[in-house]
């Protein structure tokens, strides 16, 4: 699979079906986050994988509403930065999101390439997170990352907003909304 295709195959899925989470994998996942572009290559991420099934049961109280499909996840990847740990421009620029969104970006890819689930949410409490896995106050909890494997069966615990997403990838914004040429400006 080249990056064309991971990008096009990569979907938020939430019908999961378990895969086994082994070190190497972590490995191969981490490492192609590591490899994401970073202001003065300063890789501002901290990436927490939770997988043992104890500790990922407690994570649920951590869930918001209408994320119970997480339960069926493998894996949960947390990820963190803080602003120390990047640029911060003289004009006030802070980068910290915009990198540690692009190792995230990285990851997510790579799992799609190996055939994986990786479903960014925001949908979760920081606090209880930061209390259930010990992360550090000073460290800002930036999304979850779910991974599992996309089961051919929709579960039967999803919305049926999450049924229709599970069947088809859900609309794009059209380019006219996001995409300017030049200038910002718009003729309609």
Known sequence: MDVKEAIQNRRA???????EINDD??????FHAQLAPSCFNNQPWRLLFVYDHSILERMHDALAKGNEWVREASMIIVVMSKKEYDCVMKDGRVYYHF???????????RATELGLVAHPIAGYNPDKTREILGIPSDLEII???IIGKHSSNVK????PKQVE???QRPERQPFEKFV?????SHSG
Do not use: C, H, Q, V
């Open 13 to 19: 899925y939430r019908s999961l079906d378990k895969i």
């Open 25 to 30: 994998l972590i490995k191969d996942l981490a």
């Open 99 to 109: 990198d540690t969104g692009l190792a995230s970006g990285f990851l997510i890819l």
């Open 143 to 145: 999304a979850l990352i």
């Open 156 to 159: 039967p615990w999803l919305t």
């Open 165 to 167: 997403a599970e069947r």
């Open 180 to 184: 300017y040429i030049n200038t910002y």
